[in-house]
């Protein structure tokens, strides 16, 4: 019987790193113990994730209206901006991660940024509750400031995760996530696909349900997972997502990737049908949108589940239908696998770090010219191997790496590594109005003890070149090693509260000026919760010319 590479990764990876750290004298047991107190073993979605106090559990979402903003920020006219408004400096009630912004090709002043808002309470007893609701920075001057309005989903969810926004042509906006129920306060249902919609640049949504899964962790079902939207024209979207046929004990075989699609402005959507082929061990799909309307999509599959190392694949789906029409053609193989990173709760990581991480990037279409895509992705082929498994005795130098096709994706350049410094992970590509691909990422190069991360933005020299310089456009490192409120774990007596997630993901959007817009999880902030202050998690903004 095969096996999943996501689960024998988390498995695999605990074990080892468990050891080594147990050998050093350490006590990694017990951060364990809290790391794994969430339902879903083997998914990338945020429940999988730590709690950002290891105590909490879940209680209940607190009240908003619809339409009718939580708050709104300060203006603020730094080259930086925290979207953030729950709080004095950033120090709201919980931290922000996973951050997705699309810009109103209508409106270029109107922006979303979608991302996980953890609400923490705590009462007289120190007993903490946690909730996690998607929710939409929406800003209507170009990121002066910012508004935090509610998604209300029509079902009682108690956790909301995964977000992703788009705009479509007519700047409608579109509003994916997932969405989890409860069965006592730590098994959840596995998670449902939501889509909401809003007419009003982000104020108010609608929303529905597109896809259901089934089961929970531990049980026969369905685990859907890393949903994300793409829209285009007037009124049309796709989502895809990922789909784990759960058998006897939440053990599984295949996954594979789904699609549907909307025509009526998020109102009705299409009955999901599998997009990754013959493929069984595809998931973390994101779609795009070329110039003449072709939808396409890019996903990893498994291929090699002795090494863990994962494909990059391609399919063209019918912008109808959702269904697929060409492919999957392959990209290029990921360096990802068992042996490629250190390891941390079972996850992997880097150097000195304990986050959760992975190869993950997207897909984008040049405007300038149809056939013209591009793959983005992050991989460990520029470190020494072996690699070692504690993060504390590795060196990584993780890389951004990229592909393109000239003929709508049937077949794909060379990878090329971005050749920077230090480690850079969880890019994300997006074509300019002139053609350019432009990468944001998560970079440690301007740190040389590869510790302390930047937000940057490589910008291509020319279009379809892949030769690309590169600027940092956060005005403040961010340090995950040590000093965090949040997710914070002390595995190493010398790196005491790290951080042990900053979300899965973060996105850049191209701008009508020519620009992009940056979006990502910064730790400069303090936090204070508790008797314990130390570094926030927001979602912050910039511009990138």
Aim: proline share 5%.
């Amino acid at each position: 019987m095969k096996g999943s590479k996501v689960r024998h990764r988390r498995r695999a990876g605990a074990i080892i790193f468990a050891t080594a750290a147990i050998g050093l004298g350490i006590g990694i047991a017990t951060a364990l113990a809290d790391d794994n107190q969430h339902p879903v073993d083997f998914a990338h979605n945020v429940l999988n994730a730590p709690a950002p106090v290891t105590s909490a559990v879940f209680g209940t979402s607190p009240s908003a209206k619809a339409g009718t903003a939580i708050c709104t920020t300060a203006t603020q006219t730094g080259a930086n901006v925290n979207t953030d408004c729950e709080g004095a400096n950033g120090q709201g009630m919980g931290p922000h991660n996973e951050t997705s912004i699309a810009v109103n090709p209508t409106n270029a002043q109107n922006l979303i940024g979608g991302d996980n808002d953890y609400q923490l309470g705590l009462n007289p007893g120190g007993h903490v509750t946690e909730t996690i609701l998607s929710r939409a920075h929406v800003t209507f001057d170009g990121g002066q400031t910012w508004s935090t309005y509610p998604i209300i989903f029509n079902s009682a969810y108690q956790a909301l995760g995964d977000p992703a926004v788009a705009f479509d042509a007519a700047g409608h906006a579109y509003y994916a996530t997932l969405g989890f129920r409860f069965v006592g306060p730590t098994n959840a249902l596995n998670p449902d696909v939501l889509v909401a919609n809003s007419s009003d640049g982000g104020k108010t949504w609608s929303s529905v349900r597109v896809a259901s899964g089934s089961g929970n962790f531990g049980s026969i079902g369905d685990l859907l997972d890393k949903e994300y939207v793409a829209a285009w024209g007037n009124g049309n979207a796709i989502v895809t997502y990922g789909d784990f046929p759960l058998a006897q004990k939440g053990s599984f075989t295949v996954a594979r990737v789904f699609s549907s699609v909307t025509h009526d402005g998020g109102t009705t959507w299409s009955k999901p049908q599998v997009i990754s082929g013959n493929l069984d061990q595809a998931f973390v799909s994101v779609p795009t949108v070329a110039a003449d309307g072709r939808v396409y999509a890019a996903f990893l599959n498994t291929t090699d589940l002795t090494t863990g190392r994962d494909d990059y694949e391609v399919v063209e789906l019918s912008p109808s239908t959702g269904a697929r029409l060409a492919g999957p053609f392959k990209v290029a193989t990921t360096i990802d696998g068992f042996d490629d990173y250190p390891f941390a709760f079972g996850s992997p990581t880097y150097q000195d770090s304990l986050f959760r991480s992975w190869a993950a990037g997207d897909i984008t279409a040049d405007p300038t010219n149809a056939a013209h895509l591009a793959v983005v992705w992050s991989d460990m082929r520029n470190t020494a191997h072996p690699v070692a498994k504690n993060p504390y005795a590795a060196v990584t130098n993780s890389d951004v790496i990229v592909s393109q096709s000239f003929d709508r994706g049937h077949t794909w350049s060379a990878p090329v590594a971005l050749a920077l410094a230090g480690d850079q992970w969880m890019p994300w590509g997006a074509y300019d109005t002139s053609g350019r691909l432009r990468i944001g990422t998560f970079d440690r190069q301007y740190d040389a003890a590869n510790h302390k991360y930047d937000y940057s933005v490589a910008t291509e020299t020319g279009s379809g070149t892949l030769a690309f310089t590169t600027s940092k456009v956060s005005t403040v490192s961010s340090d995950p090693t040590t000093g965090d409120r949040w997710f914070a774990r002390t595995v190493n007596p010398s790196f005491p509260f790290a951080t042990s997630f900053i979300g899965d993901y973060s996105n850049i959007a191209a701008l009508p000026s020519g620009g992009v817009a940056a979006y990502w999880t910064d730790l400069r902030e303090t936090a204070c919760f508790g008797s314990r202050c130390g570094q926030g998690e927001d979602a912050f903004f910039a511009t990138s010319p």
